[in-house]
Each structure stands twice: as structure tokens, then as C-alpha cells.
């Protein structure tokens, strides 16, 4: 149904050329440091979490950020400021050309990193038990829905979380919060990359604008990337 993506080793990581996308890939296991590397409001934040291992992998996927955008603004990693902008989005001032988002499930973590454009990502852990035939029928579209219900019943579930992740990110990339629902488009995929986007009742955003591609991460994980603009090479990496 998908196709494996390549990823390379952190250790044979080049400078991203202009025009590209990289997407990293990472476990949230927590390290030894990955607190010393975070500012005192992000901790602050990240102690609010409720249960201690939903707060060390929001602890664990921050601290990988902003090791990989030190490689892309030749930062310490610990010395990265952020804002944030509309909805909380983070942004770097001081690099306002790097565009990235940050997504994680279960124990992994995806980053996707580029340059003057609009990116989203989305990864989830593919769950078995998970009542996928309600959620469809409540927030996706019709023909999203009827995408699923075209393949057999015991690929359901998998077609059901390609379809949840194009969504999500979408979403992520327009970055408009809660003021674009998923039933104002539908993302109807034809092969693993392309122009999926049909049918939107987003204002001033024609459905040509948008490549969505997804993304294998693991047999127990799948992801989505969506970027505005013109097509390019995306380059898969490992941490």
C-alpha cells in the first residue's frame, strides 16, 4: 500500500539545498541530557504533562528539535531561541527562512525541515484496537470514507490512518488551529506522493497548491508530509 522510504544515518547528514525538504526520524526515548538542553519555560511547560512518560517524551521529542535545527542554523542546541506566532506555532527569529514542524506517536518522533514555504507533518502509531469506522464517519468526508471502504476489511484500518494523517498534516502546515475543520476538504490520495487535495472550503487556497506525500516510518508507524509550492526532492534521515 505504501512504499518504504530510505532513511540515512545522521552521520552522512549534508546541508539542505535551497528548495528541498528533509524529514528526520527519532526515538522518544529520553537522554541523559535532553533536559539541560531545554529552556526553563519549555520545562515549566512540559512538567504540567500528567503521566511521567507522556512528559518525557514531550521532553525527549523537544530536545531532538532543536538538535536538528542546530545543523540547519549552526546553533548549540541549547542556545536556539523560539517565538511563537499564530495558534503557538514556534518559529526562530533569527532564522526566519527555516520552516519545520515537529510531530510524534507512540515512542518515535518525525521533524520536517525546509526552507520559504509552508510544511506539516503527522505520525501515528498504528493502533489495531482503535474504533477507526466512528472517527471516519465523524470527521472525515465522503469520499475520504469511501477511499477506506474501497479496500478490503483487513486493510481498513491502515488505509483509514493515510487518510487521518494527509489531514492532519495539512492542518499543520496551514497552521489555523481550530478555524479549518477536517469536513471543510477532502485529501483523496492516488499514489504515495501527488496533489491530493479535493473539494476545500479554504478561503484563497486552491487545491493545486498543496503535495502531500506519505511517509513509511516504520511497520507499526505511518506518517504524512504536506509542503505548499512547487514539488521537490524530500531527503529521509535517522537519528
Same mark, same amino acid.
Given at each position: ?5 530510505? #532513511?540515512?544515518?545522521?552521520?552522512? /547528514? ?9 524529514? #528526520?526520524?527519532?526515538?522518544? $526515548? ?7 538542553? &531545554? ?6 511547560? !512540559? ?25 540547519? =542554523? ?7 531561541? !523560539? ?7 514556534? &518559529? ?7 520552516? @519545520? ?24 502509531? &498504528? ?17 475520504? %470514507?469511501?477511499?477506506?471502504? +474501497? ?12 487518510? /487521518? ?9 496551514? +497552521? =489555523? ?6 469536513? *471543510? ?6 499514489? *504515495?506522493? +501527488?496533489?491530493?487535495?479535493?473539494? =476545500? ?8 497548491? /498543496?503535495? !502531500?506525500?506519505?511517509?513509511? $516510518?516504520? %511497520?507499526?508507524?505511518? +506518517?504524512? &508530509?504536506? @509542503? ?8 529521509? #534521515?535517522?537519528?
Amino acid at each position: 500500500m505504501t512504499r518504504s522510504n530510505p #532513511w540515512i544515518s545522521k552521520a552522512d /547528514w549534508t546541508p539542505l539545498p535551497k528548495g528541498e525538504i528533509d524529514v #528526520w526520524k527519532f526515538s522518544l $526515548a529520553l537522554r541523559e541530557n535532553d533536559r539541560n538542553i &531545554l529552556s526553563q519555560d519549555e520545562l515549566e511547560r !512540559f512538567d504540567r504533562t500528567d503521566s511521567k512518560p507522556k512528559h518525557e517524551r514531550k521532553i525527549a521529542g523537544r530536545a531532538q528539535l532543536r538538535r536538528i535545527l542546530s545543523l540547519y =542554523t549552526s546553533t548549540d542546541p541549547s542556545e536556539i531561541s !523560539f517565538e511563537y506566532g499564530q495558534n503557538q506555532k514556534p &518559529l526562530l527569529p533569527k532564522h526566519s527562512d527555516l520552516s @519545520f514542524n515537529l510531530s510524534h506517536s507512540g515512542n518515535m518522533g518525525l521533524v520536517a525541515v525546509t526552507y520559504s514555504r509552508r510544511v506539516g507533518i503527522d505520525l501515528e502509531h &498504528l493502533e489495531a484496537e482503535r474504533p477507526f469506522s466512528k472517527i471516519a464517519e465523524r470527521f472525515l468526508t465522503k469520499s475520504e %470514507n469511501d477511499f477506506i471502504n +474501497g479496500y478490503p476489511e483487513e486493510d481498513r484500518s491502515r488505509a483509514f490512518y493515510r487518510i /487521518w494523517t494527509l489531514n492532519e498534516a495539512y492542518l499543520k502546515a496551514l +497552521g =489555523t488551529g481550530l478555524s479549518v475543520s477536517s469536513n *471543510d476538504f477532502s485529501i483523496v490520495p492516488d499514489n *504515495d506522493r +501527488g496533489r491530493f487535495l479535493q473539494d =476545500t472550503k479554504v478561503a484563497d487556497d486552491p487545491t493545486q497548491k /498543496w503535495m !502531500f506525500e506519505t511517509i513509511k $516510518a516504520d %511497520n507499526s508507524y505511518l +506518517g504524512a &508530509l504536506c @509542503f505548499e509550492d512547487l514539488d521537490t526532492a524530500t531527503r529521509f #534521515w535517522k537519528v
